[in-house]
Antibody
Framework: QVHLQQSGPGLVKPSETLSVTCTVS????????WSWIRQPPGKGLEWIGY???????SYSPSLKSRVTISLDTSKTQFSLKLSSVTAADTAVYYC??????????WGQGTLVTVSS | DIQMTQSPSSVSASVGDRVTITCRAS??????LAWFQQKPGKAPKLLIN???SLQSGVPSRFSGSGSETDFTLTISSLQPEDFATYYC?????????FGGGTKVEIK
């Protein structure tokens, strides 16, 4: 069974870089497009982007200038970095595996608050 | 980007009721549509993909239908554990996009 475990700080200061990591177990890293999705408090879901084992990435046009998703195959981890954050980036961030056009499984979610 | 529009945004229903949620895509997406259920404080759970394929372990009272631009999620007989927020999501092209959600509340 594939399991995604997230880690990262819950508080980031404005203008700094948000960073969240997801550790994969039970699956080959080559089997999925490893994705990030976020959800502001009380609001809907927003796809951020993905990275594939091949190194290919795709990002949301609205976030592309600030987002980097990376993959560490030796640690079976993938990470999200979002730079120059503002209060509007306060959200629960989810790591998700995407394959065969299915977003599944999901990590447990990490609430990241942007505040000084 | 493909815009996904869900309706209604909320619905009040009783246990045993039949509930229908609709989702409309701004462009034709074949059957590349998924439905998720989300409960407070939890990650979304995939219920249906490819418009009508029920995920393993999902009760048969859930069903999905539709193609191209118009889709439906139906709960045939609402159970207490079904009170949650439901989202549709298109998997036709990147960026992946979601509907705004439908909150199913207790009447």
């Amino acid at each position: 069974q594939v399991h995604l475990q997230q880690s990262g700080p819950g508080l980031v200061k404005p203008s700094e870089t948000l960073s969240v990591t997801c550790t994969v177990s039970g699956a080959s890293v080559s089997s999925y497009y490893w994705s990030w999705i976020r959800q502001p408090p009380g609001k809907g879901l927003e796809w951020i982007g993905y990275i594939h084992y091949s190194g290919s990435t795709s990002y949301s046009p609205s976030l592309k200038s600030r987002v980097t998703i990376s993959l560490d195959t030796s640690k079976t981890q993938f990470s999200l970095k979002l730079s120059s954050v503002t209060a509007a980036d306060t959200a629960v961030y989810y790591c998700v595996g995407y394959t065969n056009r299915r977003l599944d499984p999901w990590g447990q979610g990490t609430l990241v608050t942007v505040s000084s | 980007d493909i815009q996904m529009t869900q309706s209604p945004s909320s619905v009040s229903a009783s246990v045993g009721d039949r509930v229908t949620i609709t989702c409309r895509a701004s462009l034709g997406i074949s059957t590349w549509l998924a439905w998720f259920q989300q409960k407070p404080g939890k990650a979304p759970k995939l219920l249906i993909n490819d418009a009508s394929s029920l995920q393993s372990g999902v009760p048969s009272r859930f069903s999905g239908s539709g193609s191209e631009t118009d889709f439906t999620l139906t709960i045939s007989s609402l159970q207490p554990e079904d009170f949650a927020t439901y989202y549709c999501q298109q998997a036709n092209s990147f960026p992946l996009t979601f509907g705004g959600g439908t909150k199913v509340e207790i009447k």
